[in-house]
């Protein structure tokens, strides 16, 4: 039936829209981890050239101290990152069931579904 056609693409469409949310989601965090080791490296420069290691310290390095500030943002929004993955996750899990849901519905109604719209099971396991 049409209807049901319609209503497994629809949920094809939505499970693959979750899936490249998850790696655009994955994308960021990587880049925000890469970022995280740069201003590492730079605060360990820093503090190698002043000879100076303790934060407390007066004669600490302004630029250490901002790049530890911004170093630790970026753990913050990673962590943030991180929850809203787990989100979309669920929510990658939840899609799928419905679309299995639907694509039942159509076999049940006699049509087979095309090979190539077959999604892979699980293209998590190739994402990061």
């Known amino acids: 039936m049409k209807s049901h056609e319609g209503l497994v693409r629809l949920k094809l469409f ?24 740069e201003l590492d490296a730079q605060i360990l420069s ?22 530890r500030q911004r170093r630790d943002n970026l753990f913050d929004s990673i962590r ?14 939840e899609s799928e069931a419905e679309l299995a849901k639907a694509e039942a519905l159509e076999q049940r109604d006699g049509k ?5 719209e077959v999604p892979v099971t699980d293209k998590r396991a190739m994402i990061g």
């Open 14 to 37: 939505q499970v693959k829209e979750k899936r490249r949310q998850l790696g655009q989601l994955d994308l960021m965090m990587g880049e925000f981890e890469r970022m995280a080791a």
């Open 46 to 67: 820093e503090e190698k050239k002043a000879g100076i290691t303790d934060t407390t310290h007066f004669a600490y390095p302004t630029f250490a101290k901002a790049a």
């Open 80 to 93: 943030d990152l991180k929850a809203q993955k787990d989100d979309a996750e669920a929510a990658l899990t």
């Open 112 to 116: 087979p579904r095309d090979i190539e």
